[in-house]
């Protein structure tokens, strides 16, 4: 997610859509003039983010927080027109299939500058959603690489392991320095059905 956001404060302040807001790290990349607009679920989760926490109160950044099922919230927003959203609600082994379907992505892409970039966590122990990404991108017309962050036994900069599949409609918003310097592309499995809101199998992944 970092080089994600960083590919688009080269070009002044940037929007950034957060769903999943767990204890609000990703604020820590706002800067003043920066817009971070979170969406979670669960009120308790909010709660330990703001008192628990000092990431959002941290942020030069103005954080906004809506409260709700993310998708459904997005489906009555009007365009949020975001720079950057990273969808961040995957890593456990009990995911919300509903954010990571064709229909999903169909609506987040509405909320994008036109070579805005969604932003998949797929980090996961159990799961192998990076084919499941590639496919809804594809069918969306959307273009996916993957950067994935594995540091060794030697790197002292506290970077933790994580996997990302970045999607845009914009080829060359994949192209950006920060990016391309750290991805790779991502693959389909043959055989694997698309995840639709009427379809999908954990036990394939």
Known sequence: IGVAIKSRQERGPVRVGVIGLGTGTIAAYGRPGDVYRFYDIDPRVVQLARGEFSF?????????????????????????????????????????????????????????????IVAFHVSNRFLDLIPVVARIAKEQGAHAVLVNDDPDDEDESLRSRSDWVLVSRDPKALEAKPIKDVSEPVEEQPGWRLWTDDYNNLVQV
């Open 56 to 116: 959002l109160a941290d942020s030069p950044a103005k954080v906004e927080v809506a409260l709700g099922d993310a998708r459904l919230t997005l489906e009555r927003e009007p365009p949020q027109n975001f720079d950057v959203l990273a969808v961040d609600a995957f890593s456990s082994d009990a995911i919300p299939v509903h954010l990571i379907t064709r229909e999903a992505l169909g609506i987040y892409l509405k909320h994008m500058k036109s070579d805005g």
